[in-house]
């Protein structure tokens, strides 16, 4: 594991393959880091910097508008360290990549597992004996990386195994047996990914600026500009 960040070629490739996955634009090189512009109800875009550096402070301090989200491959003190107090931090994943030992597990009994294409994309379905969708994920390839996305587990098939299953399908799909492979965990995730050969290359900061810091420089302007409204009238009357 490295507190230095990753290989900007190694976050670039991932991001590319992320927005792939996701039908989002391609990453774009800005302030030492990657803009996505996501355009979602919750986020607009993001920034993604492999490593600490004066274009993020920068950044930061220049954005004022809510649903945008800075994100660090460094530990959570040194992104905090760059923002001002008005940013909010979200919950720490971790970037990670496979060791090439991992283990495969078979099938719990009672599920099914699909499997679809969409280009280049691959979606795994896992589907219990009544229907239900029990577990799906995601992969992207590209020619520098396979990505791995969106793997969730229902909550009440969990400990079976599935997610283990839906990383395994997605595996066989793989075309290159030589490129990295790559994805972002959460905090149970990372421990589960770590069972199964994986090795986190580096913690994932996200911070986020919210609606309130906005919502003040909003009013904070409509105030100013009441106050020179006043003055003028004042100076008129």
């Known amino acids: 594991m490295s507190d230095r960040g990753v290989d900007p070629l190694i976050l670039n490739a991932w991001l590319s393959a992320r927005s792939i996955a996701r039908g989002l634009p391609q990453p774009v090189a800005e302030y030492g880091g990657y803009r996505v512009d996501t355009y979602s109800d919750a986020e607009v875009r993001r920034w993604v910097f492999p490593q600490m550096g004066p274009g993020l402070r920068e950044l930061s301090h220049s954005l004022n508008e809510p649903r945008h989200f800075l994100k660090l491959c460094g530990p959570v003190d040194e992104l905090r360290s760059a923002l001002t107090d008005e940013w909010m931090l979200h919950a720490p994943s971790y970037f990670m990549q496979a060791s090439g030992k ?55 098939h969990r400990r079976k195994g599935l997610g283990n299953a839906v990383m395994a399908a997605l595996r066989g799909t793989k075309q290159c047996q030589g490129s990295p492979e790559l994805l972002v965990a959460t905090e149970d995730g990372r421990v589960l990914y770590a069972t199964l050969g994986w090795r986190m290359i580096s913690p994932y900061s996200p911070h986020r600026l919210p609606w309130r810091k906005v919502r003040f420089q909003q009013l904070s302007h409509r105030g100013r500009m009441a106050d020179k409204g006043r003055k003028r009238r004042v100076r008129a009357g």
């Open 102 to 156: 991992q283990t495969q597990r078979p099938l719990a009994e009672g599920y099914a597992i699909e499997i679809g294409h969409n280009g280049s994309v691959v979606e795994v379905r896992v589907k219990s004996g009544a229907g239900e969708l029990a577990a799906s994920g995601y992969a992207t390839e590209t020619q520098d990386v396979f990505i791995y996305d969106r793997i969730v587990t229902a909550p009440e």
